[in-house]
Structures are given as structure tokens and as C-alpha cells.
Nanobody, 126 residues
């Protein structure tokens, strides 16, 4: 019933850009803190960015600050992750997550996740 579907991943050269989208079905996002997580081969899942239910508060991992921007359009039931100046170390499967919690709980402590997307592959390579 609660479903998140990511899209927008693909292959991009270093320095390039991608925009990921996360569309919700079965529920509306306006009550949820949303986050983007990623998992690279051989590494643990890490939080990339989170945004509060109304978009007033955001959190970014140090590794993506200044390069990635999270945003949401609750009217479209969609959350976005704009990724600029991509680096090979950004290569990972990116997952969207929703939680009725706070930005700190979701992004810092990875707590309160109610739904995960299936993931979309981002590969940064020349």
C-alpha cells in the first residue's frame, strides 16, 4: 500500500549531473520526512540527504554538501535529489525513504523509516 518508486539513475561522466525522483503511491508525502540513502558495493548504506515534511529543514552528508540538493513537491507527491559535479565515489544504488519522524532521526540515526523504495543505480565513470 505504501510504495516509493525511484527513477532518474544512470551512467554519467565525472563532473556530470543527474536528477533522481521519488514518487509515492498509496499515500501522500506531506506528512513525511523524506530521505535519500545510498549503498555502494562493499559498503554500508549511508544517508545522503533528508528533508522535512514541508521542506523547511534539510540535512546533507558532508561528502555531498555543495553538490547535491534535495527538494520536494508535495503537490506532485514527489521528492527529488539534484546531483551535480558527480564523482566516481558517488557510484551507488540510491534509495528513497519516508518516515513520520524528524530529519535528525531519519538522516542522522536512520530511525523511523516507514517505507523504502526499490533503489536506482547511479554510476559515475568515464
Amino acid at each position: 500500500q505504501l510504495q516509493l518508486v525511484e527513477s532518474g539513475g544512470g551512467l554519467v561522466q565525472p563532473g556530470g549531473s543527474l536528477r533522481l525522483s521519488c514518487a509515492a503511491s498509496g499515500f501522500t508525502l506531506d506528512y513525511y520526512v523524506m530521505g535519500w540513502f545510498r549503498q555502494a558495493p562493499g559498503k554500508e548504506r549511508e544517508a545522503v540527504s533528508c528533508i522535512s515534511s514541508l521542506g523547511g529543514s534539510t540535512n546533507y552528508a558532508d561528502s555531498v554538501k555543495g553538490r547535491f540538493t534535495i527538494s520536494r513537491d508535495n503537490a506532485k507527491n514527489t521528492v527529488y535529489l539534484q546531483m551535480n559535479n558527480l564523482k566516481p565515489e558517488d557510484t551507488a544504488i540510491y534509495y528513497c525513504a519516508a518516515g513520520r519522524t524528524t530529519v535528525q532521526h531519519l538522516c542522522v540515526m536512520a530511525m523511523g523509516v516507514a517505507s523504502w523504495g526499490q533503489g536506482t543505480q547511479v554510476t559515475v565513470s568515464s
